[in-house]
Nanobody
Framework: QVQLVESGGGLVQAGGSARLSCAAS????????IGWFRQVRGKEREFVSA???????YYADSMKGRATIFRDNAKNTVSLQMNTMKPEDTAVYYC????????????????WGQGTEVTVSS
């Protein structure tokens, strides 16, 4: 059983940056892929980025060039650095874990955090 806790959300000015962190416990962290998803109320959860167990990274088209995902296996954390943020990035951001390989489908992930809210003001 893996527990995930997100942090780093808050209010960001358009054009600004935010760094979200996902802290994991309860499993062998290095053997898990971590994905970031976001959700706006009334809409489906949307893939943002993911990193696999070997450090390979993946980004949604909307985040390419604006986001960097990285992991620190010694600290059991994955961070998502987002730059040049836009009002349409406003959402609740969730991290999720699955064994080994990354995926862009939310249903492929076994464990989820509670989410952290990011609001980008124009």
């Amino acid at each position: 059983q893996v527990q995930l806790v997100e942090s780093g959300g808050g209010l960001v000015q358009a054009g600004g940056s935010a760094r979200l962190s996902c802290a994991a416990s309860g499993g062998t962290f290095r053997d898990y892929a971590i994905g970031w998803f976001r959700q706006v109320r009334g809409k489906e959860r949307e893939f943002v980025s993911a990193i696999n167990w070997r450090g390979g990274t993946y980004y949604a088209d909307s985040m390419k060039g604006r986001a960097t995902i990285f992991r620190d296996n010694a600290k059991n954390t994955v961070s998502l650095q987002m730059n040049t943020m836009k009002p349409e990035d406003t959402a609740v951001y969730y991290c999720a874990a699955k064994p080994l390989t990354a995926a862009s489908r939310a249903n492929d992930y076994r464990y989820w955090g509670q989410g952290t809210e990011v609001t980008v003001s124009s």
